[in-house]
């Protein structure tokens, strides 16, 4: 049974920095795509972030210089490092898992604001 689960969403200023991490089961990690997605109230999912298994990175330009992938193969996790947010960064963050099919989390809500 393949499980992401998404942590470290909170309440932050504009300005300020935090620090998701998804850790994923159930699938054999090292193979797969995976990535960050968001979606605001009345939006669509977006892209935000993902990583290859090959350590490929490619951002959404709305994100690109502030935030940052990572994995880590040894302890199954992917994190994003989210600096200089912004209001419009205010949304509920997905981790993804993709090799063909795509495997989601739940979710963890980001909520910028002063």
């Known amino acids: 049974q393949v499980q992401l689960v998404e942590s470290g969403g909170g309440l932050v200023q504009p300005g300020g920095s935090l620090r998701l991490s998804c850790a994923a089961s159930?699938?054999?990690?090292?193979?797969?795509?995976m990535g960050w997605y968001r979606q605001a109230p009345g939006k669509q999912r977006e892209l935000v972030a993902v990583i290859t298994n090959g350590g490929t990175t490619n951002y959404a330009d709305s994100v690109k210089g502030r935030f940052t992938i990572s994995n880590n193969n040894g302890k199954n996790t992917v994190d994003l490092q989210m600096n200089s947010l912004k209001l419009e960064d205010t949304a509920v963050y997905y981790c993804?898992?993709?090799?063909?099919?795509?495997?989601w989390g739940k979710g963890t809500l980001v909520t910028v604001s002063s």
């Open positions: 993804s898992a993709s090799r063909g099919t795509v495997y």
């Open positions: 159930g699938i054999v990690f090292s193979i797969y795509t």
